[in-house]
Nanobody, 126 residues
Framework: QVQLVESGGGLVQAGDSLSVSCAAS????????MAWFRQAPGKAREFVAV????????YYSNSAEGRFTIAKDNAKNTGVLQMNNLQPEDTAIYYC???????????????????WGQGTQVTVSS
């Protein structure tokens, strides 16, 4: 049984940093792309960042580029999203997702990912 469990969300002020983590069981991260998506109140879930099987390649949304860093430890089956200079518009539930069959053409699509965590809330106050 595959499980992805996020942790590390919380309430911060604008300009602060926060990292959220994803712990996987039942699958090998080395054979899966791992991504972060987020969903703000009243909005659709959106792509934030993704990291390749080996961890050598990373891709970001325009809003995340330059502020967020995605990483994973394949040996520990864990991933992390480090978020710097957070702004109120970053307030959302952050979800970890994984799938073994991802390409650069599909990696930003929510529907491309088979496995999802339950999400962790990140709230940024102004």
């Amino acid at each position: 049984q595959v499980q992805l469990v996020e942790s590390g969300g919380g309430l911060v002020q604008a300009g602060d940093s926060l990292s959220v983590s994803c712990a996987a069981s039942g699958l090998a991260f080395s054979r899966h792309y791992m991504a972060w998506f987020r969903q703000a109140p009243g909005k659709a879930r959106e792509f934030v960042a993704v990291i390749s099987y080996s961890g050598r390649n990373t891709y970001y949304s325009n809003s995340a580029e330059g502020r967020f860093t995605i990483a994973k430890d394949n040996a520990k089956n864990t991933g992390v999203l480090q978020m710097n200079n957070l702004q109120p518009e970053d307030t959302a539930i952050y979800y970890c997702a994984a799938d073994a069959d991802i390409t650069t053409a599909t990696m930003r699509r929510e529907g491309s990912y088979r496995y999802w965590g339950q999400g962790t809330q990140v709230t940024v106050s102004s």
